[in-house]
């Protein structure tokens, strides 16, 4: 029942966006066993957010580990939203977390774990044209001009958009990586 109803709710919220809206991206991971599983459901909450609407998603990306390597690989995936002007990036943010929770996520209090193993992770990475220095939602994400992972599926939905002046592709010029089809070793 509950599905059924997130299915009504989503196309109520689809058909009245009438307002201004802001186009941000938000990029998926996950390296569990089942993480294909895991972005797919992630993907579905976002469809349920309210004043929300998904409008592209990348495709999928099989990302050797960063920073933390002595894990899975990561499924990655970046999603193209449409929000409604009344979202801030700090009320998003914080619907991405009840969202991740939802999805089982369970933040470790281990620093050195942060980038470790975990069955879904929702990063904002652009909120529209906006900046922000809030310590909860930095926007844009400040490490996403850094990663293959986030910047090659960002140039699938948003190759036009501008991270600091320049575009994705731009930015990825300038990294080290290697990219196997959907493999993307960095």
């Known amino acids: 029942?509950?599905?059924?109803?997130?299915?009504?709710?989503?196309?109520?919220?689809?058909?009245?966006m009438t307002a201004p809206t802001i186009t941000v991206f938000v990029c998926l991971g996950s390296n569990t066993p089942d993480a294909a599983h895991m972005l797919f459901l992630a993907v579905e909450r976002l469809r349920v957010l309210p004043r929300a609407r998904v409008d592209a998603l990348s495709g999928v990306y099989l990302t050797e580990p960063q920073d933390y390597a002595d894990q899975p690989w990561f499924h990655n995936q970046v999603v193209r939203m449409e929000l409604e002007a009344d979202w801030t990036p700090q009320s998003f943010v914080q619907a991405l977390l009840a969202e991740e929770k939802l999805l089982g996520r369970q933040r470790s209090s281990d620093p050195a774990l942060r980038f470790g193993p975990r069955c879904i992770d929702m990063d904002?990475?652009?909120?529209?044209?906006?900046?922000?220095?809030?310590?909860?939602?930095?926007?844009?994400?400040?490490?996403?001009?850094?990663?293959?992972?986030?910047?090659?599926?960002?140039?699938?939905?948003?190759?036009?958009?501008?991270?600091h002046g320049r575009t994705p592709a731009q930015w990825l010029a300038g990294l080290k990586y290697r990219q196997e089809g959907r493999r993307i070793f960095q």
Do not use: T, W
């Open 124 to 163: 904002l990475l652009l909120f529209g044209d906006r900046h922000c220095d809030a310590p909860e939602s930095i926007v844009p994400h400040p490490r996403m001009c850094q990663r293959a992972f986030v910047l090659i599926p960002l140039c699938d939905v948003g190759a036009a958009c501008r991270i």
């Open 1 to 16: 029942m509950g599905k059924i109803f997130d299915s009504i709710r989503a196309n109520v919220y689809k058909e009245a």
